[in-house]
């Protein structure tokens, strides 16, 4: 109890700027629900905290109607300001699995479906959008094509070159449910392929060459996890981008992260749910871009 209470005055004492926590993909109901609601009574207990994003992967499986009244079932429970974004696992895969229980992609119409319940579900007036916090801008990206796991439309990519163009002198970070190409090690047979990186992701490149501005990428989909050595570090810059990766919320250990927007930089912060702790050595300051 002492160590929990301790950690919560060190939140506090932290956070002076506005406080995002990033939940990673929390595959509901997936496995140990009973820990992913004790995430929530903790977020809940920290008075400073001003919203919080889930990074995709809401749903555990297929973005069926049974999982999303148990995603909004679970989400209830936050009395925090919630912002989401879409993963593959909210849209991409038909209900109905074979005998082996692997997952198949839906056809189109039933895709543009899940789409429409995610957005229903969050009352979201778009699938993509963005505001301003303090200095920040922030912009919400969405897996809403489904040529590879994490892919921008052409209308969504056009859409965010714009709102790049309309605040060129906002410090920028984007959330999208997948990272960008390289900034993991080549950790397992997964990372830094096709449809574990942000794609198309070659536009996405040129996009952050001709926008300075933007500084941050907050990502899921890989569950990477904090003891992963990359995780936080060199090799999670893209360009001017520091990508900040996120671990799943199925494990036994569940950890997220804060980014504390300060005037002049981010702080990144991780805490571990299992001890009550924020893990010090993993702890970065990413200071906003000069123009």
């Not at 932290?14 to 595959?27: K, M, R």
């Not at 109901?29 to 809940?44: A, R, S, W």
């Not at 981008?241 to 950890?255: A, F, L, P, R």
């Amino acid at each position: 109890m002492i160590r929990y209470v301790l950690a919560l005055f060190l939140a506090l004492e932290l956070c002076a700027g506005t406080h995002i926590v990033l939940l990673g993909d929390p595959h509901i109901p997936g496995k140990n629900l009973t820990h992913k609601e004790e995430v929530l009574k903790t977020i809940n207990q920290w008075e400073t905290v001003d919203m919080v994003v889930a990074l995709g992967d809401l749903c555990s499986k297929t973005g069926s109607k049974e999982e999303y009244a148990l995603v909004k079932s679970y989400f209830s429970k936050l009395k925090k300001p919630l912002f989401v974004i879409t993963g593959n696992h909210d849209f991409i895969y038909e209900d109905m699995r074979d005998g082996a229980e692997k997952l198949r992609h839906a056809t189109l119409e039933e895709q543009h479906e899940k789409l429409r319940r995610f957005k229903e579900s969050f009352h979201l007036e778009k699938l993509y959008y963005s505001l301003q916090k303090e200095n920040y801008l922030l912009i919400f990206l969405f897996a809403d094509d489904a040529s590879h796991l994490a892919h921008l439309s052409k209308e969504q990519l056009a859409w965010f070159e714009a709102t790049l163009l309309e605040h060129q002198k906002m410090p920028t970070i984007v959330f999208f449910h997948a990272p960008l190409d390289n900034t993991l090690e080549n950790y397992n047979r997964w990372a830094n392929t096709p449809n574990f990186i942000a794609q198309p992701k070659e536009k996405l490149h040129q996009i952050i060459k001709n926008h300075p501005q933007l500084f941050l990428w907050v990502s899921g989909h890989t569950h990477t996890s904090a003891k992963e050595p990359s995780f936080a570090s060199a090799i999670n810059r893209y360009e001017q981008v520091t990508n900040i990766h996120n671990s799943d919320m199925n494990k036994e250990t569940i950890w997220s992260n804060s980014l504390f927007l300060e005037e002049s930089f981010v702080r990144i912060q991780t805490y571990n749910h299992r001890t009550n702790e924020w893990q010090k050595e993993l702890e970065r300051t990413i200071a906003i871009p000069k123009f």
